[in-house]
Each structure stands twice: as C-alpha cells, then as structure tokens.
C-alpha cells in the first residue's frame, strides 16, 4: 500500500506549480485527485510510478477519453477489481455525480502532463538534434548562444515557447551554416528541458513553473494569433479536427514547432505577421488544442432502447418487477451525466448480486452504449417527470 499518497502532489506540482484554470472547462483538473485518493484508487494504481502496483499505472497505460470511457473501462474491468478489493478488504468506490465528473477530469488530464523528462536522453538529443552546433551549455563557449539561463524554467512549454519566438533567427543561421533545423515527436522537449536543467551553470535555485494553461484563453489567443484566419476562415492550412491534439503538452508543442516553418512561410506569402508568445500564452494556446481534441463518445437514445432490452436492465426495470427496481421513468431525475454514470455504477454492486442468484453475468457495457443508455434513460425520466 502506498505510504505517502501526498506524493502524487509533489509530481503534479513539480509540473505545474499551482493551477488556473478557466470557469467553462474544467475548473480545475487537479481537484478530481482528491476523489482519486479517498476512494483508494491510489492504492491500486499509480500515476507515473507514484502509488500502487495492481492495476495499471494511469501515467504509462495513458487513458484519454471522456467520462462514458471512463465508466466503460471501470465497469468492464469490475470483475477483477472486486476480486482484488474482496481480497484486499478494499472498500468498493462510490461517487457522487461530481465527484465522478472530477475523476475523470483528473485522469484526462494526466495525459496532457506527459512523462518527466530524461536527462541522459535530453544529453543525447542536444548533439543529435544539432543544438550543440550553436548553442552551449554548462559553461561559454566562444561563438555559441549559452542556453545556461533557461534553468530557472521547469516547464517544457517554456522551452518550446522560447524557440518558437526565436524560429526566424535560428533558421536564417541555419540556412547560412548549412544545417537543417530538427523536428520533435514524442517526449523530446521534456528530456531537452531537463538536460539544460541539469547541466546548466547557473547558480540560481529559482524555478518558475508553468500554468496548465486555460482552454478559453488559449480559444482567445486562437483568433489573436492568427491561427484562426488560416485555420478556419481563410483555410489555407488543414481543419484541426483532423489533426490529433489529444496528446501530451509535451507533444503538441512538438506538433506546433514542426509546422513553424511551413508557417512562416504562408505567412510571408499572404503579408501577416509571424506571432510571438510572451508568459503563459504557448501553455494557454496548447491547453484550448487539448481540450477541443478530447474524443467524443457517440450514442443515441433510440439505440439505448435497445439495448436497455439486449442488456438486461428491462428484466429488472420493468412495471411489477420483484427486486423492487425502478421503471425507466423513475429512474432518476439526474442532473448530467455524471450524475448518472455515478448512480449506475453505484448500484453495480447490488445488481451483480441478483444476477449472481439467477447465475448471470452483468453485461459488458462499451463507451457509446453507456451514453445511449444515458440518452434514452434522461429522455424518458424528463418525459416522466
Ligand atoms: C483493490 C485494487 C483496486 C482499486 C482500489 C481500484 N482498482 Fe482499478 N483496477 C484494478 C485492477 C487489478 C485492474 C485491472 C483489471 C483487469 O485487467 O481486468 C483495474 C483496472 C482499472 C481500469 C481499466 C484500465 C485499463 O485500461 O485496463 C480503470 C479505468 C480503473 N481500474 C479505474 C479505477 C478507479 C477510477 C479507481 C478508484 C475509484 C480504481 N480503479 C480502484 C484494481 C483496483
Ligand atoms: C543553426 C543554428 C541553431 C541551431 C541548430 C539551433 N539554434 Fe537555437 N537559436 C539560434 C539563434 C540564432 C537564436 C537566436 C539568438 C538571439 O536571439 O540572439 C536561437 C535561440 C534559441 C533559444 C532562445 C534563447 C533565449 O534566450 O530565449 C532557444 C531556447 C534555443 N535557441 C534552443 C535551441 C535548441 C533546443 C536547439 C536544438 C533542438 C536549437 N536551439 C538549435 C540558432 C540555432
Ligand atoms: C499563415 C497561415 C497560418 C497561420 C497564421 C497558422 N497556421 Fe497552422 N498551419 C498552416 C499550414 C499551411 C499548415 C500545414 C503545414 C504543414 O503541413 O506543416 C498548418 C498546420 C498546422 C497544424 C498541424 C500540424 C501537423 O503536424 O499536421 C497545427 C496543429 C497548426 N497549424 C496550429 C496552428 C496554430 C495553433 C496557429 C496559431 C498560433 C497556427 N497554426 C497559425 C498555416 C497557418
Ligand atoms: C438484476 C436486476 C437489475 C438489473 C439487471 C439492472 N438493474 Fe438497475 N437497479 C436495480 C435495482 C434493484 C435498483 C434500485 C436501487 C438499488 O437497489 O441500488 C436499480 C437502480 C438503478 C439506477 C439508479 C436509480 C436512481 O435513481 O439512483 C440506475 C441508473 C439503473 N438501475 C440503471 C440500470 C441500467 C442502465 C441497467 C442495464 C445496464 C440496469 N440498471 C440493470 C436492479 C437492476
């Protein structure tokens, strides 16, 4: 069991500092933690190494998607976690509809956060990506921009936001000196952000972290920026649906840095002025890319009809029934979704059990089922109620 849950604290702090998040979008991603722990979900599983072994670590077995994935996974995986809970006399979770709303706010959001970044990894990338061609870091060396004044900034964005203000500068020297500027993939900004860290000579023990970054802002800057005139009115470049920002910030910059020259280049083409990022901005544009890439469950009330029949719940929520089961139009009223998904899986217990006694199985339940479900069940106790 872990020892010291406040660990997980420290991880996500050491990212981010402390949070502002906008009103509209999640409030605050982190406050689903709170859940994560009490309902001893920690004790299982880790985040990124940091809590339980049982079940999958949330920060390598990255789960990205909405809360209807989110019930879908925990009720299909339930059979085993009850056994390990029965053996480990784990209390079963419960939730309330917010409480369920903010766990899966929490869980989407470590995805953004990424993996720490690797130092001997970080080493390598700066003489393989030719950085070390014109830059020095760890002490001067004559003729190279010393990188050493970036360690006070823990965040990889910042590293990312910093080159990407400087692109034009560094791609006329590289033209002049014959070298082709490098793209990123994977976690490569993270592991360049802690070698300069690390290796840097500067004495200062000052850190400045990096906002999460607030979806509306960044939806501001989005327009601001440009990147709505050739995004989306006058599309010269691709329609970012396409595009899949559900990734870690790490990753996404990546994404933004490798087309800064193709940009650039539009740019100059149709007379618009190349857009620099100055504080939390980069962190605030890539955080509204994020957010309108979360994958979208699909469903329908009228397929939930069915399968309220196909999946059993009819043979228990019927008029007259002798579990003394609700009928659809008395289910409920729920206040979202969330509110439902929490009731459903709240009563998962007491179901398993009747089935149990007429040797059945609860049914398996994939994301767009559980939201069809949703659909028909709010339909009919709004039309009941
Ligand atoms: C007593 C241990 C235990 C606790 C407590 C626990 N889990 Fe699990 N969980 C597991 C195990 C074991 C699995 C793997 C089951 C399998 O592979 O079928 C799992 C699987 C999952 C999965 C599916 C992951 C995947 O993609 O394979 C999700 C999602 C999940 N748990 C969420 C939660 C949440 C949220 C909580 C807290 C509310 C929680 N679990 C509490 C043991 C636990
Ligand atoms: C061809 C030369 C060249 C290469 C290769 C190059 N840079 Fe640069 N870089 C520059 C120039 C020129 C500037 C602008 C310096 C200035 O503003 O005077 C710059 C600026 C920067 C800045 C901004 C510095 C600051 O103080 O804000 C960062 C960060 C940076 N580079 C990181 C990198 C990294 C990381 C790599 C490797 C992935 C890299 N550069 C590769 C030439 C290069
Ligand atoms: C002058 C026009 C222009 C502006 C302004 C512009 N883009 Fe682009 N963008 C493009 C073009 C052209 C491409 C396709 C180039 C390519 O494939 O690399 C593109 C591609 C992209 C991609 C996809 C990259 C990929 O890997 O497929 C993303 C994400 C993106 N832009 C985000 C932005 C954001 C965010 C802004 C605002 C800071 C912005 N763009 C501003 C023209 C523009
Ligand atoms: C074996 C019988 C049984 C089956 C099958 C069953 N339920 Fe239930 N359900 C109940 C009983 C009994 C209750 C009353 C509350 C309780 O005992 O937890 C209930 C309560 C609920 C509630 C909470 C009601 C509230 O107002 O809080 C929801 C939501 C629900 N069921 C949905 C479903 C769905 C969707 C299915 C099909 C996937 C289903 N049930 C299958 C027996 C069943």
């Given at each position: 069991?872990?020892?010291?849950?406040?660990?997980?604290?420290?991880?996500?702090?050491?990212?981010?500092?402390?949070?502002?998040?906008?009103?509209?979008?999640?409030?605050?991603?982190?406050?689903?933690?709170?859940?994560?722990?009490?309902?001893?979900?920690?004790?299982?599983?880790?985040v990124n190494g940091t809590g339980g072994t049982t079940g999958p670590d949330f920060g390598k077995q990255i789960f990205s998607g909405d809360n209807y994935d989110l019930l879908s996974e925990m009720w299909n995986h339930s059979e085993k976690m009850l056994l390990v809970m029965a053996r480990t006399r784990t209390k079963r979770p419960s939730f309330t509809g917010q409480d369920f709303r903010?766990?899966?706010?929490?869980?989407?959001?470590?995805?953004?956060?990424?993996?720490?970044?690797?130092?001997?990894?970080?080493?390598?990338?700066f003489a393989g990506k030719e950085c070390i061609q014109c830059h020095s870091v760890g002490g001067a060396v004559p003729g190279k921009i010393a990188l050493d004044s970036l360690k006070i900034y823990v965040s990889p964005v910042h590293l990312a936001q910093a080159m990407w203000n400087h692109s034009n500068l560094m791609r006329r020297r590289g033209v002049r000196r014959g070298i082709k500027l490098p793209t990123f993939s994977d976690n490569e900004f993270a592991d360049l952000t802690a070698y300069i860290r690390a290796a840097s000579s500067l004495k200062s023990e000052e850190r400045i972290y990096s906002y999460p970054g607030s979806p509306t802002l960044g939806e501001k800057l989005f327009k601001e920026k440009g990147c709505y005139y050739c995004h989306v009115e006058k599309p010269v470049g691709p329609n970012l649906d396409r595009i899949n920002t559900n990734e870690s910030v790490t990753r996404i910059a990546g994404i933004m840095w490798n087309h800064s020259g193709k940009m650039e280049a539009a740019m100059k083409t149709m007379k618009q002025p190349y857009p620099s990022f100055s504080g939390n901005e980069m962190?605030?544009?890539?955080?509204?890319?994020?957010?309108?890439?979360?994958?979208?469950?699909?469903?329908?009330?009228?397929?939930?009809?069915?399968l309220f029949k196909q999946k059993g719940c009819e043979?228990?929520?019927?008029?007259?029934n002798r579990f003394n089961a609700p009928t659809v139009d008395r289910l409920g009223p729920f206040h979202d979704k969330?509110?439902?998904?929490a009731a459903l899986w709240n009563h998962a217990p007491r179901m398993e059990e009747?089935?149990?006694?007429?040797?059945?199985?609860?049914?398996?339940?994939?994301?767009?089922?559980?939201?069809s479900l949703y659909l028909f069940v709010d339909a009919k106790t709004k039309a009941g109620n």
């Open positions: 069991m872990l020892k010291n849950p406040l660990l997980l604290v420290a991880f996500i702090f050491f990212f981010l500092g402390s949070s502002a998040w906008s009103q509209q979008l999640p409030k605050n991603p982190l406050e689903g933690r709170i859940v994560f722990e009490k309902e001893g979900c920690l004790s299982c599983h880790a903010e766990l899966g706010e929490f869980l989407y959001f470590i995805r953004y956060l990424g993996q720490p970044g690797n130092i001997s990894a970080g080493k390598r990338l962190a605030d544009l890539i955080s509204y890319l994020y957010f309108r890439g979360t994958p979208k469950t699909a469903g329908s009330a009228k397929l939930g009809e069915q043979s228990c929520h019927e008029a007259g969330d509110d439902f998904l009747l089935l149990l006694a007429k040797g059945k199985k609860p049914p398996v339940l994939m994301p767009n089922e559980v939201k």
